[in-house]
């Protein structure tokens, strides 16, 4: 407080969890005291409890935190004011609103509570522990990292639309914000959940007659799924005797999915993904590669130029680049500091890294930086190994994904809203048992499709992954399919097991490394070529997969005279039957809403 500011009060942390309400104490010497429903009570520790103690502090610095399973209470008044317990004090996790990490010198944390009339001293680590305290609240609550706050909601207990958005998005902090409400039941309203989404996402239509937000699909039956077979990476041999003598690359579509039943051996990549990606066209000879290379490399030294030769009284008066910058070193810092790559101090990777993220803010400075971004650079900056290279790598993968990182999340909540409608076609008795432990909306999936399942696998599996969505095959959005063949493995015991929201998705939020790549697309391909085979697939499903939406023009003519096998229409019926069926799908496209890919 004023009066007292540099005052040091020695103590330490406790966790409590008791009777499924979790405190978190702050014990001023050899006093616990704690807010009981009733009154105020005091923890008496045992003699046998006290040795204990001793013994571990003695063994470590690293004591000043500790984990209670079960603690004995004795119920004694005790006072507020004067002495040592004066400055204990106690409060509920789900009280809590965020906690600060802040390092100078050491770590200290400042909690922050939602009724901000109440405030908190902050608890400074001076000997460490503070990250391994944070570990222990992380087995109780979900915290959400958002640059040094850490948001913190009670573990799957309270609001489950809440959590959900919470702990998996790093993007969107808004979203938390407008989610965060008063104690409310665990059970919301659909009509209150629509607005709650509506809110959070904008556009997100929900239809509460119907199911929310998508379209009605009744049971279809696919058929039998086919089975398929995975095949060996395509050679280095293999990739040359796919170019000619001026070194363009040759039947392009069979190699493409050559790429997409193996993928490729790691010497080829660094070649291979510039065609992947788009940086180098297909039809392009060596040497117009070539060209194409030293003019990319001006373009990007002129820009990195930019916020280089910015001077410090600059860069003040630039508050959203001092953002940007301050948002990468920060995460920089954090990108799969476990790879090789990446690993140790001062890394030249790093500083890579950091530099082409910079730079990319120059190059999209509406978009500029969002966090999540250095995910999808760190695989292409490992294969390329090329500042360059992997900088305009970057900006084609980013023209794929940039609507997962604008404000309005418009892409996301697309495909969201897509993936659903492809899972009620494969498995609506699935479908109806996610929808009836309020998880319809899938949300347990938003980092699977934020960050194309970076998270989700080691890292090696994530290069083969994304080499293989990269040359567009079997259709389109077959990462959502990809979503459903892993859904698809996990349904059994899932629903075995009857799990609820809570174990949902702690379910699907543990699997990450533990999947294996090669199965999900084996399952995802055969789930592609089943739903292919289907005779009456709905629009929207064909809309959002890309098969072509076939109309016969036998369909449309049956009025004509039939007279057994002929030569078939007149050149003038032929005509008149096509003008017929453009105007069918144009009136078809103006009610539905749906694109023609094909016409037939």
Known sequence: DGIEQDLLVSGSLRIVDRVRVLLIL????????????SSVMEWAQSPGDRSQQLLETQQSYETEWDMINAVSFKKRPCSNGEGESRWAFTF?????????????????L?????????????????????????????????????DDFLYLQQKFRKDPYVTTLGSFSKVTNYIFDAFRGTEEQHQRPPEEVADLLGEVIPGLEINQQEEPGFEVITRIDLGTRPQVTRR???????????????????????????????????????EAWKFLLGYFPWNSTLEERKALQRNKTDEYFRMKLQWKSLSEEQEKRNSRLRDYRSLIEKDV???????RFYEGIDNPSLVLLHDILMTYCMYDFDLGYVQGMS??????????????????????????????FEEPMQGVKTQLIQL?????????????YLESQDSGYLYFCFRWLLIRFKRELSFQDVLRLWEVMWTGLPCQNFHLLICCAILDSEKQKIMEENYGFNEILKHINEL?????????????????????????????????????????????????????????????????????????????????????????
């Not at 702050?26 to 429903?37: H, K, T």
């Not at 659903?420 to 109806?432: E, H, I, K, P």
Request: glycine share 6%; net charge negative.
């Open 512 to 600: 990450s490394m533990k999947l294996d790549v090669e199965e999900i697309l084996q399952k995802a391909e055969g789930i592609c070529l089943q739903v292919r085979g289907c005779k009456d697939l709905p629009a929207p499903v064909s809309n959002i997969l890309g098969f072509p939406t076939e109309v016969f023009i036998s369909d449309l003519t049956e009025s004509g005279p039939k007279s057994g096998p002929g030569p078939g229409p007149r050149p003038q019926q032929l005509q008149d039957a096509c003008s017929s069926v453009q105007e069918h799908l144009r009136e078809s496209s103006s009610h539905n809403g749906c694109k023609v890919a094909f016409i037939s």
């Open 232 to 270: 060996e990476p395509l050679s280095a041999e293999y990739w040359i005797k796919h170019q000619d003598a001026e070194g363009r690359m040759i039947r392009i579509p069979h190699l493409k999915q050559t790429i997409f039943k193996g993928g490729l051996c790691h010497a080829i990549r660094k």
């Open 26 to 37: 702050n014990v001023s010497l050899a006093s616990v005291f704690l807010q009981d429903s």
């Open 92 to 108: 509920s996790v789900c009280d809590l609103r965020s906690l600060t990490v802040k390092e100078e010198g050491w770590t200290f």
């Open 110 to 146: 400042l909690f922050k509570l939602k009724e901000s009339s109440t405030s908190l001293p902050a608890l400074h680590f001076h000997q460490g522990g503070s990250r391994e305290f944070l570990d222990s609240l992380r087995k109780f609550a979900l915290l959400s990292d958002f």
């Open 420 to 432: 659903s409608t492809l899972l009620r076609l494969l498995d609506l008795a699935f479908w109806n």
């Open 333 to 339: 810092n954090r990108t799969d500091r476990t790879n």
């Open 375 to 404: 995910d999808l650079l760190s695989p292409i900056l490992f294969v390329m190994e090329n500042e360059v290279d992997a900088f305009w790598c970057f900006v084609s993968f980013m023209d794929q994904m940039h609507q997962n």
